[in-house]
C-alpha cells in the first residue's frame, strides 16, 4: 500500500512515494513562470500523471503540506507568495488527481514540526522553516499546535519589527519580511550594492565577507526574536531550524543562538536551539506523515 506525500512550495514542489514506511521513490518539480493557477494545476497534474504510471498501483491516501490558507470549504483563501491560488478549490483539484485515494492536507509548518518531533523524539519542539517564506510549527504533548484543522501555527506572520518592510501578507515587520530567504537576499544585495543570489552569498559567507555577515546578522536576529516570545508562552524543549534556505547555510543556527543568548531575561535558560534532522525535507516527511493519518482514520 502506497502512501503519497505532496509538499507544495514557492517554487518547487516534491513528491515523496513510501510503502510500509520505507521511501520507494522522491521526485520534484520547479514552478514554471507565473501566468495563473490553471497553468500551475497543469503543470501539477502533468507531474502526478507521470509519478502514476510509474507506480505499480494507486496510492492509498495522499497528504499534502501547503503554504497557503486553506478554508473549510476546500479553496484556498490566501498565498501572499502566489497570489493567483486564491478561490483554488483545493479539495476538487486533489480529488480529481488522486480519485481513488483518501486525501488530507494541512499547513507545510504544521507538518514539519510533527516530522520533526518525530524524528528528534521530542514531543515539546518548536520548528521554523526558513525557505522562499517563513513556515513554522508547534508540538506540544507530542501534538501539534493549535491542532490540524484548527488553522496553522503562523510564525512567519508574527511581527518582530514594529514598522519593519512590509510582508507579502500586507503587514509591516512580519518575521517573513525580515528574515525568508529572499528578504536575507534583497538584504544582502543592499549592502553590497549589487544584487547577489544565494550561492553567491554562501561564498561570501564562507569567504568572511562582511556584507553577507551583516545581512544574514539581520535575518537571525529576527528569528531570534521570534523563538524568545514562542519560549515566553508556551516553553518549547527545543527550538529547530529547517528549510530549504537554511539548511544550505550553516551559519544560521550558531547565530541564532547567540541572540537568544543575548534575549534571555535574568533567571531563564535560552531554549537549545539546533538544525532541524530532515533539513530542507521536513514538511515532505510530514506530508507522508499525514497520508498515514489519514489512511488511519486520524486525520481531519
Known amino acids: 500500500m502506497f502512501h503519497l506525500g ?5 517554487t518547487k514542489v516534491a513528491f515523496r512515494v513510501e510503502k510500509d514506511s520505507v521511501g520507494v521513490e522522491e521526485t520534484s ?4 513562470a507565473r501566468r495563473s493557477a490553471e497553468d500551475d494545476l497543469a503543470q501539477l497534474a502533468a507531474h502526478v500523471a507521470g509519478l502514476r504510471e510509474r507506480l505499480a498501483e494507486p496510492p492509498a491516501a495522499v497528504g499534502v503540506a501547503m503554504p497557503g490558507t486553506v478554508g473549510p470549504d476546500g479553496r484556498v483563501a490566501t498565498w501572499p507568495s502566489r497570489p493567483e491560488w486564491t478561490g483554488v478549490d483545493l479539495r ?3 480529488r480529481s488527481l488522486f480519485p481513488e485515494a483518501a486525501v488530507a492536507w494541512a499547513d507545510d509548518g504544521d507538518l514539519g ?3 520533526e518531533a518525530r524524528a528528534s523524539g521530542c514531543q515539546n519542539l ?4 526558513v525557505g522562499t517564506g517563513i513556515g513554522g510549527g508547534l508540538v506540544l504533548n507530542g501534538v501539534p499546535c493549535p491542532g490540524l484543522g484548527r488553522g496553522s501555527f503562523e510564525i512567519g506572520h508574527v511581527i518582530v519589527e514594529m514598522g519593519g518592510v512590509r510582508c507579502v501578507c500586507g503587514r509591516r515587520g512580519c518575521l517573513q519580511a525580515l528574515a525568508s530567504g529572499p528578504a536575507t537576499l534583497r538584504r544582502a544585495s543592499l549592502l553590497r550594492g549589487a544584487d547577489v543570489s544565494y550561492y553567491g552569498l ?3 559567507l564562507r569567504s568572511g565577507e562582511p556584507w553577507a555577515a551583516d545581512a544574514l546578522e539581520g535575518t537571525t536576529r529576527a528569528l531570534a526574536a521570534a523563538v524568545t516570545g514562542v519560549q515566553e508562552l508556551v516553553h518549547p524543549d527545543r527550538a529547530l531550524i529547517g528549510g530549504g534556505f537554511a539548511a544550505g547555510i550553516p551559519d544560521i543556527v550558531p547565530s541564532v543562538a547567540g541572540h537568544l543568548a543575548d534575549f534571555v531575561r535574568q533567571g531563564q535558560a535560552p531554549v537549545p536551539v539546533e538544525p532541524a534532522a530532515l533539513g530542507g525535507l521536513s514538511s515532505l516527511r ?3 506523515a499525514l497520508a498515514g493519518l489519514v489512511a ?3 486525520a481531519p
Do not use: K, M, N, P
Open 113 to 115: 514540526a510533527l516530522a
Open 202 to 204: 554562501q561564498r561570501a
Open 296 to 298: 488511519a482514520g486520524e
Open 286 to 288: 510530514g506530508a507522508v
Open 6 to 10: 505532496i509538499d507544495v512550495g514557492g
Open 92 to 94: 476538487t483539484t486533489l
Open 126 to 129: 518548536l520548528y521554523i522553516g
Open 29 to 32: 518539480f520547479s514552478w514554471g
